[in-house]
């Protein structure tokens, strides 16, 4: 487990989650054999101790994944640049865990779904299902269990509260 050193400015777990759940993008890191880092902004759906995501179905990002299911994720929920005090009033939660392609079309038909309700809220059942089938074949998905979660804000949101 990684400590943080200033305890006073961590998120709760109810509080990571609550950053994770509002959140659209992240920035997923990733680490193959070659030990070379890669980092890529992306979009993702969080429910349940998991983070799905969808992607093509080749790319580095894969081969990466192949390699090393070890990956991290972090989400930026709030950052405001403060000028005068030469800071940034930030809050943000990082994620460790493993990462895998979901393979079963049951999973993958409750990620796919999860993510597009949380993306298209508005639109009915059968619109994102017809969506969700034309693109079928060449949808990849991928579902991060999640290990560890840690959260930090700045300590200048910690006095406010």
Not at 59 to 76: A, M, P, R, T, W
Not at 91 to 112: C, P, T, W, Y
Not at 127 to 132: D, F, G, M, P, Y
Request: proline share 2%; hydrophobic share 35%; aromatic share 8%.
């Amino acid at each position: 487990m990684i400590e943080m050193r200033r305890k006073k400015q961590s998120l709760s777990k109810e509080e990571c989650i609550d950053v994770l759940e509002k959140g659209t993008s992240g920035v997923l890191a990733l680490c193959g054999n070659q030990m070379e880092p890669y980092a890529l902004p992306i979009s993702y759906v969080y429910e349940n101790q998991k983070i799905y995501f969808h992607c093509a179905k080749k790319g580095y990002k894969l081969d990466l994944i192949q390699e090393n299911s070890h990956v991290s994720f972090c989400v930026i929920d709030q950052d405001v640049v403060v000028p005068e005090k030469y800071t940034t009033y930030f809050k943000s939660v990082i994620v460790f865990g493993n990462i895998r392609m979901l393979e079963d079309d049951k999973e993958k038909q409750h990620a796919i779904e999860t993510l597009a309700i949380k993306y298209s809220p508005d639109e009915s059942i059968q619109s994102r299902q017809e969506e969700i089938e034309k693109y079928w074949k060449t949808l990849c998905l991928l579902e991060l269990d999640i290990k560890e979660m840690t959260g930090k804000q700045a300590i200048e949101l910690v006095d406010k509260e």
